[in-house]
């Protein structure tokens, strides 16, 4: 493994730290230093545990370090019963590395709850991008734990060549600087592109074009598996709701049977999403399935996550949504080799800069932005979303430093 400069000092500050943060955004080689550390640690026969808010950036983490990730709930053995966990200050998580990746999307009760269960000689390596958008739940425990200046942080800059040369990444971090992406028309190959829509009618038939014709003729990818639309906001004739129902019908519209609950269609085929957490069946928010059969006499639908299958009664298809089109905020810690964001004016009260950040990265191979300049142009320079009141970040500053390790 050759580590650059920066990643050198970032390996050794983390080889010297009890606690250490590092951030930055795509291409930036967080990966790269994490597999460098967990090498030389476990090299060293130290007790390393790796954990991740989602089964998905768990199993994202486990595939890019090549040791087990786990989710919080889980390595803190959470109890469905009680909803509380039985790793605690009584009950210590047993590691001498505790590495927390895509520490973006933890909340102030998570990471308190965590915390208590690290034993006091355990180091901690704090990892993810701060300029995503925050933990759906209270507070913002990254940004604060960087803000406090009490914690050593490595904030990585340098895109890397492999990564320079993907416009999905270079237009990222242009955004994320406050300038604009170049939209002008791409070469075909590019892994970043712009369609003009002025109003949500175009919108809309260019998004199904796309999603149904377009990308899966030029890019080989499945309409359904491999192309996920992403909306600003739920709402509205260009949001994932609306879309939701013209995407199903227009790539799953002739499937049956099909069922009727809770305001959706259900038929096999269809992607769906899990919206709330399910200890039972090990399905959490924001997990993405495949219907795989209804069965109408026993009134049970089967739903392939993951490649294991979960059964759900009809009366408990309340927690699924077709996922056809989902929005950014439900895709956190997510990816997709291929992603479609509407970005119109309608959509004003929620085009941020982190918002519109966040989405382009989740694109794996490709992104397209199909919309007006103008609505990107008031997304990137709308900074608004980052504001979140948190005590959290003074009270860092004002608790004893962590000895070194």
Known sequence: MTLAESQRQAVGLALASKLLVITGGPGVGKTTIMRAILAILAAKAVRILLAAPTGRAAKRMSEATG??????????????????????????????????DEAFMVDVPLMRALTRAIPAAAARLVVGDVDQLPSVGPGQVLADLIGSGAVPVVRLTEIFRQAASSRIITSAHRINRGEMPDLARAEAGSDFHFVQADDPETAVARIIDLVKTRIPRRFGLDPVRDIQVLCPMARGGVGARSLNIDLQAALNGEATPKVEKFGWTFAPGDKVMQIENDYDREVYNGDIGFITAIDTEEAEISVRFDGREAAYGLGDLDALVPAYAATIHKAQGSEYPAVVIPVLTQHYTMLQRNLLYTGITRGKRLVVLVGSRRAVAIAVRNVSGRKRWSKLREWIAASPAPAAG
């Open 67 to 100: 040791f087990e990730s786990r989710t919080i709930h889980r390595l803190l053995e959470l109890d469905p019963r009680t909803g509380g966990f039985r790793r605690g200050p009584d009950h210590l998580l047993e590691c001498d590395l505790l590495v927390i």
